[in-house]
């Protein structure tokens, strides 16, 4: 445990707080649980430095670069676990992955700059909670599981990543996220981020679309997640019938808007546009 008055007196701004290295995952949650509501996490440390250099005082910050596990990345048969302090750079790289879910480090690649992803890390892109931070909707159509210590409670919970939203509080401690293997094809439109990105993932059972899931995000909210029924339509069909199923599909999007965009009409014409152009990619041969 130090104390960091040195970088108070650097940085007039970050207030003193009491740093603390864990090196394993029950030893976080212990120093966690002696004040959960005045210690936050520090991963890879982009937002919360930020955040510090403002005059967020948090008091005491837990460092998790050293917490064995944290940063593992295991491949199963039927699921993908990934450590909350996996940098995306690991993810990027990873050989496992790039077999597994190939379409993960091709994603995570197109986030932000070598720099950022090198240093920023899965987990604090979700906790961060910022509405245009792109992996909680990516994880959220991948059917992904959190895994959460609540430290106010000690104890430990599972939250689907479509479900989680950050609150004004600190969140929980997120220790891993597992995605479940399944046969599915996943296509981003990211072309006019940060005002509206969209995912759209199928799920095949063989050659029949057995689900389909679509996520909209801009720096107006989100993620907004849209259940698509696809009534096991054949590949075939949808390929034949694409433009009108979209047009359908793009009904059930929730009102969404551009910053400086002409009104919730045309944006969703153009969430509508993204999802027809994502449709077709979806449904190219594999
Ligand atoms: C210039 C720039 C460009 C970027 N571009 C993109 C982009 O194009 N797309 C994109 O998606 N993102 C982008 N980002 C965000 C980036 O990808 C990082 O993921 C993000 O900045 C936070 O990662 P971090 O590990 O540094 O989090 P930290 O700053 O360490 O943490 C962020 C927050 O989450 C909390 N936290 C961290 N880990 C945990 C945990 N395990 N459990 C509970 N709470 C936790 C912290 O306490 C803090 O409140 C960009 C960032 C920058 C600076």
Redesign the pocket.
């Known amino acids: 445990m130090l104390q960091y008055s040195e970088i108070a007196a650097t940085r007039r701004r970050i207030a003193e707080f009491q740093l603390f290295r864990p090196d394993s995952i029950d030893e976080a949650c212990e120093i966690l649980a002696e004040a959960p509501e005045a210690t ?12 510090l250099k403002t005059g967020y005082a948090p008091g005491r910050i837990v460092a ?1 670069k050293a917490v064995e596990r ?1 940063q593992d990345i295991r491949i199963f048969d039927d699921r993908i676990e990934i450590g ?2 996996a ?2 750079w690991q993810i990027e790289n990873h050989a496992g992955l790039k077999i597994s879910l190939p379409m993960l480090p091709a994603y995570v690649a ?4 070598i ?3 090198v ?12 509405p ?4 909680l909707p990516l994880l959220g159509v991948l059917d992904a599981e959190l895994t ?1 210590f609540d430290a106010s409670r000690r104890s430990w919970f599972k939250l689907a990543a479509r479900d989680y939203r950050r609150g004004p509080t ?6 891993a996220i597992t995605i479940p293997q399944r046969s599915r094809s996943v296509i981003w439109d990211r072309r006019l ?2 005002a509206l990105a969209m995912v759209l993932s199928l799920d095949w059972d063989g050659d029949m679309i057995r689900s389909g899931t679509a996520v909209l995000t801009g720096d107006r909210g989100g993620p907004l997640f849209t259940s698509l029924p696809a009534d096991r339509l054949s590949r075939s069909q949808a390929a034949a019938n694409c433009a009108d199923i979209a047009a359908d599909w793009a009904r059930l999007f929730p009102s969404v808007d551009l910053p400086s965009g002409p009104g919730p009409d045309y944006c969703r014409h153009v969430a509508g546009v993204m999802l027809r152009r994502a449709l077709q990619n979806c449904l190219l041969p594999s």
């Open positions: 936050v996490l520090h991963a890879g440390g982009i937002d919360l430095v930020n955040r998790l944290m909350a302090a940098s995306h197109g986030l932000g700059n720099r950022v992803r240093q920023g890390t899965i987990g604090g892109n979700i906790l961060a909670g910022e245009v931070y792109e992996m959460f600190a969140p929980p401690f997120l220790t981020r940060p």
